[in-house]
């Protein structure tokens, strides 16, 4: 078991920035592929970016936080990043962190949830003027 927990949510103002980090109890050095996903209000849970831990090279974004989120993982200090810029109010929603430790991701698997083994328990995020 990987146990994951997030940390950096809250309310912010449309054209804000926050910086979503998720703690890994275990070593993410040799993980395999972390992602954030997000659910919000009365939808379903979707990809939010993925990262292939193993490779440090590939990533992978949704269409719609292309270019305003950025994903990031602290080797050092088992920590996954979301730094998220220019938030909207459609970005409001729980996210939350996930990890597949012995799976890489790829284009047509990195955002479906059942991919991954372990979440965390989530953080809102809410923006709001």
């Known amino acids: 078991q990987v146990p994951l927990m997030e940390s950096g949510g809250g309310s912010v103002q449309p054209g804000g920035s926050l910086r979503l980090s998720c703690a890994a109890s275990?070593?993410?050095?040799?993980?395999?592929?972390m992602a954030w996903f997000r659910q919000p209000p009365g939808k379903e849970r979707e990809g939010v970016a993925a990262?292939?831990?193993?490779?440090?090279?590939?990533?992978y974004y949704a269409a719609s936080v292309k270019g305003r989120f950025t994903i990031s993982r602290d080797k050092a200090e088992n920590t996954l990043f979301l730094q998220m810029a220019n938030l909207k109010p459609e970005d409001t929603a729980v996210y939350y962190c996930?990890?597949?430790?012995?799976?890489?991701?790829?284009?047509?698997?990195?955002?479906?949830?059942?991919?991954?083994?372990?979440w965390g328990q989530g953080t809102q995020v809410t923006v709001s003027s």
């Open positions: 996930a990890t597949n430790p012995q799976r890489w991701a790829d284009d047509r698997t990195w955002s479906r949830a059942a991919f991954y083994d372990y």
């Open positions: 275990t070593p993410t050095a040799n993980a395999y592929s």
């Open positions: 990262i292939n831990i193993a490779s440090g090279v590939s990533v």
